[in-house]
């Protein structure tokens, strides 16, 4: 009795972090509009040693057009793994979930052998 209930109480601990795993998925959005910003700032960011600036160099338009470059590149990968990290997470969680479903069914029913091969004397039965 008490493994089963181990097993529910982690199985109900499994299903709210599977719950949450969702919203997850999508905070890596907030991503688009902090870079998009960094496309407008970067440029202007002095180099090493007091050296001139991206747009000093080669211009402000031409350099947040290479930071945009970067970043359309960059961004992409980030949202995809991330998202590929979270599936992954809820696959995990959903094989451990069956995995103490399947526990879960073992411990009842060698909880309800054990039950059903005693008599009330509290002898095991030979059949």
């Excluded at 199985?11 to 496309?39: D, T």
């Excluded at 600036?53 to 080669?58: I, W």
């Amino acid at each position: 009795m008490n493994t089963i209930a181990a097993l529910n109480r982690k199985e109900k601990r499994i299903k709210a972090e599977l719950a949450k795993l969702p919203q997850r998925k999508w905070e890596v959005l907030f991503l688009i509009p902090f870079f998009a910003l960094c496309c407008f700032l970067i440029p202007g960011i002095p180099g090493r040693r007091k050296g001139p600036s991206m747009a000093e160099t080669m211009g402000y338009w031409e350099a947040f057009t290479a930071i945009a470059i970067l970043f359309s590149i960059v961004l992409p990968y980030m949202i995809y793994s991330h998202i590929q990290k979270v599936n992954d997470e809820i696959f995990d969680l959903e094989r451990q979930l069956r995995r103490i479903k399947y526990k879960r069914k073992e411990a009842e029913e060698m909880q309800t052998s054990s039950t059903k091969n005693t008599d009330p004397t509290g002898e095991r039965d030979e059949n």
